[in-house]
C-alpha cells in the first residue's frame, strides 16, 4: 500500500505570506495527525482528525494555522499570515480507526515531511 | 502531564561496536512506547514498539528496546553497529486512551568506521 505522502517536500515563504500543506494518509486510515519539529527542538503534536472531524486541536499554535480535512481523505494546513517562527518541518501521520481490543490505531505511520522555510 | 526525556543529543560510535540510545518518560498513566527512526533526508519510520506483553521487543534490523517500568525507561540497543545506521532516532510515548505522541528531543547516532 502506499504511504503517507505530502506537498511540498520543501517551501520558502516571505513573511507574511500564505502557505498551504498538503497530506494523504494511507488510504483506508480514519486518524489523520500533523505534528511540528521546529529547528533543534521535539517533533509537537499540532492536532488530530477522525475522519473529518477535528478530535484534539490541542497543540495548534494560534490562529494563524487552520486545518481542514473534507470528505475525510487528504488534508491541508495553511498557514496565514507566516511568521519566521513557524519555520520547521511539517509532519503528518495516519493510522487506523480505532477498534475495541485492538492496538492498529496506536500505530502512527508519517510521511516525509514538508520543510517550511520563513524568511 | 506526560514527557519524553533523550538524554544524548548525539552518540558517535565505531562501526561494529555496541550502541545504547537512552530514554526516560514520565506518566501517571498507562503507557504506549515507540523508537521512530529518521535516516538522512527521509521520514519518520517506526522501529519498534511496546503495545503489551513481552517488555523486549525487537526490529527487523537487528534493535532492541526493553520496557521497563519501575525505571521509566525504553532504552534503545543495538549489539552491533552498520554504517547504515546513522539517523537521528526518535523515543514517544503514546498514554492510554490518548492519541497524540510525545516526542523525545531526538539522538543523532552517528556510526564511524
Known amino acids: 500500500e502506499a504511504g503517507v505522502t505530502q506537498f511540498p517536500s520543501h517551501s520558502v515563504i516571505e513573511k507574511g505570506q500564505t502557505v498551504t500543506l498538503r497530506c494523504d494518509p494511507i488510504?483506508?486510515?480514519?486518524?489523520l495527525y500533523w505534528y511540528r519539529r521546529v529547528m533543534g527542538k521535539e517533533i509537537k503534536f499540532l492536532l488530530h482528525?477522525?475522519?473529518?472531524?477535528?478530535?484534539?486541536e490541542s497543540g495548534m499554535p494560534n490562529n494563524r494555522f487552520l486545518a481542514e480535512r473534507t470528505g475525510g481523505t487528504y488534508s491541508t494546513l495553511k498557514v496565514q499570515p507566516a511568521e519566521l517562527e513557524d519555520s520547521g518541518v511539517y509532519f503528518c501521520?495516519?493510522?487506523?480507526?480505532?477498534?475495541?481490543?485492538?492496538?492498529?490505531?496506536?500505530?502512527?505511520?508519517f510521511g516525509p515531511g514538508t520543510r517550511l522555510t520563513v524568511t | 502531564a506526560q514527557s519524553v526525556t533523550q538524554l544524548d543529543s548525539q552518540v558517535p560510535v565505531f562501526e561494529e561496536a555496541p550502541v545504547e540510545l537512552r530514554c526516560n518518560y514520565s506518566?501517571?498513566?498507562?503507557?504506549?512506547l515507540f523508537w521512530y527512526v529518521q535516516y538522512p533526508n527521509q521520514g519518520l519510520q517506526l522501529l519498534l514498539k511496546?503495545?503489551?506483553?513481552?517488555?523486549l521487543v525487537e526490529s527487523i534490523n537487528g534493535f532492541e528496546a526493553e520496557f521497563n517500568k519501575s525505571q521509566t525507561s525504553f532504552h534503545l540497543r543495538k549489539p552491533s553497529v552498520h554504517i547504515s545506521d546513522t539517523a537521528e532516532y526518535f523515543c514517544?510515548?503514546?498514554?492510554?486512551?490518548?492519541?497524540?505522541?510525545?516526542f523525545g528531543t531526538g539522538t543523532q547516532l552517528k556510526v564511524e568506521l
Open positions: 501521520a495516519s493510522s487506523h480507526q480505532m477498534t475495541s481490543g485492538s492496538f492498529a490505531s496506536y500505530e502512527q505511520y
Open positions: 488510504s483506508g486510515h480514519d486518524n
Open positions: 482528525f477522525v475522519k473529518e472531524s477535528k478530535q484534539d
Open positions: 506518566s501517571s498513566v498507562s503507557v504506549y
Open positions: 511496546y503495545l503489551s506483553g513481552s517488555t
Open positions: 514517544a510515548l503514546l498514554t492510554g486512551g490518548g492519541n497524540k505522541l510525545t
